[in-house]
């Protein structure tokens, strides 16, 4: 019923920037929260900013690294979410997420968590 597409992710050199971007389509009726995630190897799946639809304002929050680096976009006429990233360590190399909670047109009582299937982003001289 819904679909989170990301774009965007690839091979960048340190200090570099690279622009995330996930569409959601589908049945939607409401989208309450897009965020970001990530997962390097060996490791835990992390957030990395979130962007919540609160009286109608789009509050954003970010994970301490990607505080003054990272900023998260949304584009609510087209249900899409950007993430910029500027400044790339190679430790932002890992797969990243976009996670959106969306309640469709058939259950507008209900929102379910719904996950793209993730974007390399890679880090590395």
């Known amino acids: 019923q819904v679909q989170l597409v990301e774009s965007g992710g690839g091979l960048v050199q340190p200090g570099e920037s690279l622009r995330l971007s996930c569409a959601a389509s589908g049945s939607i009726y409401e989208i309450y929260r897009m965020a970001w995630y990530r997962q390097a190897p060996g490791k835990q799946r992390e957030l990395v900013a979130e962007?919540?639809?609160?009286?109608?304002?789009?509050?954003?929050n970010y994970a301490d690294f990607a505080k003054g680096r990272f900023a998260i976009s949304r584009d609510n006429p087209t249900d899409t979410v950007h993430l910029q990233m500027n400044s790339l360590k190679p430790e932002d190399t890992a797969v990243y997420y976009c996670?959106?909670?969306?309640?469709?047109?058939?259950?507008?009582?209900?929102?379910?968590?719904?996950w793209g299937q993730g974007t390399q982003v890679t880090v590395s001289s």
């Open positions: 962007s919540l639809s609160y009286g109608g304002k789009d509050i954003a």
């Open positions: 996670n959106a909670r969306i309640a469709t047109r058939q259950e507008t009582w209900r929102a379910d968590e719904y």
